[in-house]
Structures are given as C-alpha cells and as structure tokens.
C-alpha cells in the first residue's frame, strides 16, 4: 500500500481522532445553534416598518436588460441615493431570456423585489394576481406625479381599475428596413401608409432584383403586433375583455395573406421565418440579411443597428397608422408585500420624473413618459438610430389611435400559440383555416382559465 | 437503522465493543448512530429540504388548481382534475408524450450501440489508445451544455456545416435543425454523440473479462462473432443493464437540447416538444403549476415502471459471473 500512515507511538491513534471528533461536534452544535440565532435576530431586524423617515432602507430592485442599461440604472440610482442618503439599493439585472421565470419564482416565493420591471405580455398576469401595489393613491396624490404623461399612457398601466405599472417611457411598433440594401437595388424605400398588398408587391420586387438572395420582407404572420395592428384597421381587436376580439375567419384570412406572400417569394420559405419567430434581436432577419425588412419595436432600431454594417430605417406598421398606438414599452410595478411602499413609489417618481434621469436613460426604455423630460432629451440624443426612433414616434404621435386595454392574463400563452399555428401554416403541416380555428380555441381558454 | 458510521471507518473497535458488558455497548452504539447521522446531515437536510419535502408537496399540489402567482388563500383542492384534463382534454400532452417516446426509442439504443462499439475497438492498451478514450469522452463532459447545442443549431441550420460539407457532394440539405420532419433528429443525433459515458462504464467491464475464456475459445476454434456472442455479451451483461437503465431514464428526461435548439418554445411546430420542455412551460409560461406538479408525478410513476419493467427482464438475459442468480 503506498499510503501507509506512521502510528503514532505508545497508544492507538484512532482513540485520538475519536476524542477530537467527539470535541468536534460539540463545537459544531454550539456554532449551529448561534448561527441560526443569528440569522433569526436579523431577520427580526428587518422586518420592523420604521415611522423615522430617515432610517435606513434597502430597496431591491429587478430589472432585465443589457450592459448599457445596467450602467445607466445604475447611475440614476446612485443620483436618488445621493439626494437621500438613507436610501440604498440591492440591485439584480439580468438578460430578458429567463427573467419571467426568476421574477414568478421570487413572487411565488413571497421574496419578489421591492421595484420590479415588467412589460404589457405579464402586467396583467402580476396585476391580477393581486401581486402588484395598486399605485393609484399615489397616483392621486402627486407622489406618483403623472401629470405630465399622455394619459393614454397612463390609462395603459391601468388593470381591472387598479394603476399597477408606471410606464417608463412610449413605444409603438415599426416596421424596420434595410435602407443600405433597398436603394442598392435601386429600388424605393417602404413608407409609413402603404398597404399591406403594395408591401408585399413591393417585398416581391426586391426578391425578385436581387436575384432572391435578399427576401423582401419578413412574414409577421407569427408575430400578435401585426395581427393586433391588421385587426384593428379593419375595426376590430386581439382581446374583447376576457376573450380574443377576432373571429377564427379573421385568423385565418391573416394565414392567407401572407401564404399568398410566401408563395409569390415576397416572403422567405418557413425555417427562415422560423429563426426569427423567437424574437431575438440578434437573428431578425434585417440584421442577418436575409430579408429587407423586420417587424418589431421602433426604439430597437438602436439595438438592431450594433448588429449590422448598413443603415436602417424604421415606419410604421403597414396599412392605416392610426392602427397603433402609444404602448407603455416597460413599467416599473411595486411588489405588493414590500415593507417599504413609500420609499418605493418615491424612487420610481424620481426615476420616470427627473430630466437627469432622463438624460441617462435616453429612449432605452423607450421614449421618456414624462413629455417635458421627452422635450428636453430627445435633442440631445448622440446616437443616429435613436434619434431616427425618436424622431419617428414623435411624428407618428398625432396619427395615434386610442390605446387598447393592457392584454389580458394569458396574453403570453396567446403570443405562443399564434407562432405555433402561424408556423403550421408557414411549414404547410396545417391549412390556413384549421390552424386559425385551433389558434382561436386554445387562445380563448389560455385567457380564460 | 443503518450501520454507525464509526464502525465503518473503525473495525478496529469493534471487538472491544462485543467484549464490553451488555449496557454500555447499546449507548455507545446508540451515540455513534447519531454521529453518523450528524455527518450525514449536510446531505440529508439538502434531501429533505431541496428533494424530498418539495416532491411531496408538488404531490399535493398537483390534486389543487394552484397557478403560480395565486395566493394561498385561492388554492382550492380539484381532486384528479389536472389528470384527467392530461389524459383526456391536452392533444399537447399526448403530443409531447409521443416525441419523447420517438426520442428515447431511437436515442437510447443507437447511443449504447455506439457507445459498445468504441470501447470494443479501445479495448486493448494499444499507443494512443488512452488518446482516443478521452477524445470520445470528451463530448460527455460537455454533455447537456447550452453552448453545445447552440453549436449544433448553428451546424445543422440551412447554411450550416453539416449542409456546407453535403454540397461537396452536390446534394442541397435541408434546414435539419429548423424543419418540423428533421428537428428531433438532430437531437437524437446530439444525443447519440455524447456516448462517452457508457462507453467508459463498457471499457471497464471489458476489462473485467478473463483473458482465459477468450484463449480457450481460440484453442477450440471460435471466430470473433462466437467469442463476441458468448463471451463477451453474456460477462457484459451486467454492465449493459447498468447502461440500460441509465440510458433510458436520461433519454426520457432530455431536456436542454430540446429548449435551447427550439428556443424554449418545443418548435417549429412542437416537434421537439419533449415532455420535461411541455412541463417546463406549463409550470413557466402558463403558471399553471398544480397541472405540471401532475404532468410531473406521471412522468415520475411511468419511469419507475419502466425501470421496474427492465430489472424484470434482467433475470433472462443478465448473467452474473459469480454464479449468483438474480
């Protein structure tokens, strides 16, 4: 045997390793017991609501996002703690990829942050629930100063009449181009009021020139802004209250027109439109090339443009502009078993309110609410992208229609189904008609259960 | 009550112990049971508090209507309610219940096939040989990484590696990885390459088989189809159950290549719909937890028949060198 251990002279070592293991424990039961004493004696710390305004408070705060935005939340938080020293903050950020799943387990857990960041698809879901503070006392009493927002703004953090989210800034859904490409091809660049049939005829020419290695445009049938934004142009909705506004026809007139743009190559083949479906910034088919154009938010211009050497543009949706409207692009809600209420709602005044904020966040989460704030931040917006972004929504702004009530709970599980069925008729596994029909019956029962 | 741990560190007590008068023996003993358990607590709180305790409570809730974000106060008990809808009212499920059970059939067997194959050619301590072990091992310790599948999305997309090496050959691929009809096979194929495991777990029973019996085959003129067949099949045999079972309860828990190659979403057209992604979002997506915590406990009940089903098998095929039966 290689490890052979030197016995220790005059006497069995293992009575000695006995004695100290014996000595161990006994060290180690006491430490446990102090431990645990110790946790509980915090944890009794914390728990106390203080009635001293300047006691100390440690709000938590949860946001998706990148680099860039860690930065200037950062940076603006450290502004309110400067203002009130009293005031710090557990900060936790992380991409948007399994932030839902970390927020739900918090929540689920009674541990949810104090301040949290959430957006139109979960409002509902957390509002109704009851796991978000109803905000509207602060709202009326100027704690929460809303004043200067557009009220269709505010309306839209509004569920079931309680105010559960403080939008954060305005976006709206653009359609965005690769303007590099386009006029390479000689062609003209899409404009906000074409028809859904002059895109797709147009879409048709920019395959056909470029001998189809550019696909005209990316087929959004899988996408709900679309369908929201072509339903509503012919006087109708996604969401009537509890149930889908639309009709199993509608859906499936939506499959065929863009069945009609896949067969005439206007629109790429199915495992294309595919890579995209997902969302993900990265693999939009304007940035990798694949089509000229995109379907998405007008601010991610910014984030679309690291992503490719050529210029892009952004315009509206086709079809009528008064389709869309002015949607909160995120909120800050606070978690309703919070010890700190009006600290909270007092952080997130500061932070949609101040014009220094303002200036650090710039339109990252989306165009500023507060519409002073806007006027003093969007001149002095540096980056080309986001000034095109900006600028595109504040001429939109008078064409807007009114805005819808928040998406229902189960408005996630609805996104996912319209790209699953979308899909089946994309990959042809499925006529336009019966995708539709199933689409519309799971999504009602997603809403309603 | 199991045996003390200091007993099984400290033979050498042992004998004092039995010679001691009868009382003392009892406490002490008594005493170094506790010890163990003491010594064992660090696992055995993570087993109750991380595994057992929540099992049995996604049990219970599972008979409740419970969604993720509910209060407590909303729970309601609904009896089997959640499996009845499985069973009778979720095409989804029935669905997903079908592409695990393609996956695993087809995965497993190839996966162990492979993973015989190899460790039969790296038998022999030929130079180089410990090379190509790790080598073919390798791709298990990446096993089940994101960034693996991600690779392999990227390979097996339309102008991915896989299609750039078939149009050397003038064939014109499909986009495998994002066509409803080859999706599952490219992650049958994912699985079946990471056959490292088993094949190590091979390697060491191959080792374990007396030279003796393949020179007396020899001497008595058995081509290496005999020997391989009656002798080296039947001594493996333990072996090839261990790897059996092993396989079969990994393969039906596929998970992440399924998430990370459809974008958590089971597509394009819930082709890799696997049932732990189906229960993954429903629990997540839908927040409907109670029904998960049901779809869960079937999948837990199925797997252990299952296995039960493969030990009963083992009596017929599965032969123990030592002569011992079962």
């Given at each position: 045997m290689p490890n052979t251990a030197p016995l220790a002279p005059g006497g069995s070592p293992l009575d000695h390793v006995t004695a100290s293991r014996r000595t161990l424990l006994r060290g180690l039961g006491a430490a446990a017991l102090l431990g645990s004493a110790g946790v509980s004696l915090a944890a009794c710390g914390d728990d106390k609501p203080s009635a001293d305004p300047n006691a100390p408070v440690e709000l938590s705060i949860f946001w998706w996002g990148g680099d860039a935005r860690a930065k200037s939340t950062d940076a603006a938080l450290a502004l309110y703690t400067k203002a009130h020293p009293n005031v710090t903050f557990k900060k936790t950020w992380q991409a948007n990829a399994g932030y839902y799943d970390k927020l739900a387990t918090l929540t689920a857990g009674g541990n949810a942050p104090d301040i949290f960041q959430i957006d139109d698809g979960a409002l509902s879901e957390y509002a109704e629930r009851h796991q978000t503070l109803d905000l509207s006392a602060y709202k009326d009493s100027k704690?929460?100063?809303?004043?200067?927002?557009p009220p269709s703004l505010v309306q839209y953090g509004v569920v079931d009449g309680a105010f559960a989210g403080v939008p954060t800034g305005e976006n709206t859904p653009g359609m965005i181009y690769d303007e590099t490409a386009i006029t390479a091809l000689g062609l003209a660049v899409p404009t906000t009021g074409m028809s859904w049939e002059d895109l797709i005829t147009w879409a048709e020419q920019v395959t056909t020139k470029s001998g189809g290695k550019?696909?005209?445009?990316?087929?959004?049938?899988?996408d709900y802004k679309a369908l929201w934004i072509w339903l509503r142009q012919q006087g109708k909705q996604l969401y009537d209250g509890k149930k889908l506004g639309c009709t199993a026809d509608d859906v499936a007139k939506w499959f065929d027109l863009w069945k009609g743009a896949r067969d005439r190559k206007a629109a790429p083949p199915a495992d294309i439109i595919h890579t995209a479906n997902a969302g993900d910034v990265t693999k939009q088919l304007v940035v990798t090339g694949k089509a000229a154009t995109s379907f998405l938010w007008a601010n991610q211009v910014t984030e679309l443009a690291k992503a490719t050497k050529n210029k892009l543009g952004v315009v509206a949706y086709p079809g009528d502009p008064s389709a869309q409207w002015a949607r909160a692009a995120m909120y800050l809600s606070i978690y309703k078993?919070?010890?700190h209420a009006d600290t909270a709602a007092d952080v997130i005044n500061f932070l949609v309110n101040s014009p220094d904020v303002g200036k650090l966040w710039g339109t990252d989460r989306g165009l500023s609410a507060n519409t002073d704030v806007r006027a003093a931040v969007v001149p002095g917006l540096s980056d080309a992208n986001a000034k095109a972004s900006s600028d595109f929504e504040t001429q939109l702004a008078s064409k807007f229609g009114t805005a819808p009530a928040?998406?229902?709970?189960?408005h996630v599980k609805v996104r996912s189904l319209l790209i699953t069925y979308a899909e089946n008729v994309q990959y042809a596994k499925a006529t336009s008609a019966a995708a539709a029909d199933q689409f519309v019956n799971e999504a009602n029962a997603a809403i309603a259960g | 009550m199991p045996p003390s741990l200091a007993e099984a560190v400290h033979p050498a007590e042992a004998p004092a112990v039995t010679r001691a008068p009868r009382r003392r023996p009892t406490t002490a003993r008594r005493g170094e049971g506790l010890a163990g358990y003491v010594f064992l607590s660090p696992w055995l709180l993570g087993f109750l508090g991380i595994t057992a305790i929540p099992m049995l409570f996604s049990l219970v809730l599972s008979f409740t209507d419970y969604e993720l974000l509910d209060s407590w106060s909303d729970v309601k008990f609904v009896g089997f309610a959640n499996y009845h809808k499985m069973f009778t009212a979720d095409p989804h499920y029935w669905h997903s219940v079908g592409v695990t059970v393609r996956y695993a059939l087809i995965a497993v067997p190839l996966k162990l096939a492979a993973a015989l194959g190899v460790a039969l050619l790296l038998r022999r301590d030929r130079r180089g040989n410990g090379t190509f072990r790790s080598l073919f091992y390798l791709p298990s310790l990446l096993g089940g990484s994101v960034a693996l599948s991600l690779v392999w999305l990227a390979m097996f997309s339309r102008d991915g590696a896989f299609n750039a090496f078939l149009r050397l050959f003038g064939i014109e691929g499909k986009p495998w990885a994002n066509d409803p009809d080859w999706a599952l096979a490219t992650l049958i194929l994912l699985a079946v390459w990471q056959f490292g495991a088993p094949m190590v777990i091979f390697l060491a029973g191959l080792k374990q088989i007396p030279n003796e019996y393949y020179e007396a085959a020899s001497v008595d003129g058995a081509s290496r189809w005999r020997k391989f067949w009656h002798i080296t099949m039947p001594m493996l045999s333990p072996v090839l159950f261990f790897n059996l079972v092993l396989e079969v309860i990994h393969g039906f828990q596929g998970f992440t290549g399924a998430f990370v190659l459809s974008g958590g979403t089971g597509g394009p057209v819930d082709s890799t719909l696997m049932y732990t992604l189906n229960l993954y979002l429903a629990g997540f997506t839908d927040f409907k937890m109670a029904y998960a915590s049901a779809m869960a406990w079937v999948f837990l009940a199925v797997l252990g028949v299952l296995t039960a089903a493969i030990f009963s098998t083992g009596r017929f095929w599965v032969h123990y060198a030592d002569g011992e039966e079962n």
């Open positions: 704690k929460i100063d809303v004043s200067k927002f550019l696909y005209g445009t990316m087929d959004p049938s899988a078993g919070t010890k928040v998406p229902p709970k189960g | -």
